[in-house]
């Protein structure tokens, strides 16, 4: 089923906007997550999906019908909640079936969907066990079970991963994507975790004060972010920021980092025409020790840390602090002075003032395979 939203603005009471003028389209099969801080407005617009909240002006559709006043029994939607909502005194069986007991289907046929459903979640052996029985895992298996055994045309997940832990969230995770394709159902997921969005959707919503900021695949949102919001909160480790200056001379661009002045070679940028202060992002998997790169940069090492096969390196660069990877055999010691490089194509330039990126060009994923997104 395709979703849209168009010009969707959410109030409550005489409060700023929840959500404002929101614009979007989720495809037929596509896997959307919603994400952003706390208070962005994702989960208003998950429940203005659902039906449980109504816009206070725009319109959804689900597939071209307006359902602004349509209840949300009657929307065909399976959703999970945050808290899974079981219920304590009924079985695994009798949870996911309760859904269909609430619309009348005969027994036998509750119970063969009820253990479909279980098997596609793998809890085939535990259906006459309780909620207070099971892991929190398990209990987020019922709780999907629960949710597609109506055959739902659209699947709505609120904050699905954020009770378990970082073991079961990476299991979870798969499972849901494994579900999701098998099933070919639209799903909307409502997220604060942008490793879950980045791993897991087709395409990602990034949202903050109620208002659509970036609306791309992961790929495009790590590799092209809008502005520096964008930049900064999709990627793990957070992208570094640089002070510096861009020079346009005799139609050329050029960046000063520091005392150093590098060319933009092939880097369609926007400026206006002077020496202008930016904001010179690069992801710390962009950044390698040495100065075989297009751009170099110098500074004194601030501290390191071994994180599992490699060292996170904490360096400073004039009044910045930055962070990049290097092997255990690049040993480096604490006040020791270094250089280091990245490729012009993962410089991203920022107006300091405005957040927006200075980059020109379209993306094109294929430039970026060797940049694949890091979580």
Do not use: W
Request: hydrophobic letters at 40%; proline letters at 5%.
């Amino acid at each position: 089923m395709k979703i849209e939203l168009k010009n969707v603005c959410k109030t409550f009471g005489k409060k700023s906007h929840a959500v404002n003028d929101l614009s979007m389209t989720i495809e037929d099969g596509e896997f959307v997550a919603l994400l952003g801080p706390s208070g962005c407005g994702k989960s208003t617009t998950l429940l203005m999906i659902a039906g449980i909240y109504k816009p206070t002006s725009g319109g959804i559709y689900f597939d071209d019908r307006l359902v602004n006043d349509v209840e949300p029994k009657d929307r065909n939607i399976g959703m999970v909640f945050q808290s899974y909502a079981l219920y304590p005194h009924m079985t695994v069986l009798e949870n996911i079936a309760f859904p269909l007991k609430q619309q009348k289907v005969p027994k036998e046929e509750r119970i063969e969907r009820s253990k479909k459903a279980a098997e596609m979640v793998q809890l085939g052996d535990l259906l006459d066990r309780k909620p207070s029985q099971l892991s929190g895992g398990q209990q987020q298996r019922v709780a999907l079970a629960r949710a597609i055994v109506k055959k739902p045309k659209l699947l709505l997940l609120d904050e699905p991963l954020s009770n378990l832990d970082a073991r079961l969230k990476i299991e979870m995770r798969e499972e849901i994507s494994r579900i999701q394709k098998e099933l070919g159902i639209t799903t909307i997921m409502v997220t604060h975790d942008q490793e879950e969005a980045m791993t897991i959707a087709d395409r990602v919503a990034v949202m903050k004060d109620g208002r659509l900021i970036q609306y791309s695949t992961p790929m495009e949102l790590y590799n092209r972010p809008k502005n520096y919001f964008v930049a900064q909160f999709v990627g793990t480790p957070p992208m570094n920021f640089l002070s510096g200056k861009l020079v346009e001379m005799d139609g050329k661009h050029f960046i000063q980092i520091n005392d150093k002045v590098h060319p933009l070679n092939g880097l369609a940028v926007k400026s206006n025409g002077k020496m202008q202060d930016v904001l010179v992002g690069i992801r710390p998997h962009d950044l390698k020790l040495g100065t075989d790169g297009d751009i170099t940069i110098e500074g004194v090492v601030n501290l390191v840390e071994p994180v599992g096969h490699s060292l996170m390196v904490n360096v400073k660069v004039g009044t910045d602090q930055i962070r990049f990877f290097a092997e255990p055999a690049q040993q480096m010691e604490r006040g020791g002075k270094i250089e280091l490089s990245a490729p012009i194509p993962s410089i991203h330039l920022f107006d300091p003032n405005t957040g927006e990126s200075l980059r020109k060009q379209e993306f094109n994923e294929d430039q970026f395979d060797e940049f694949a997104v890091s979580s």
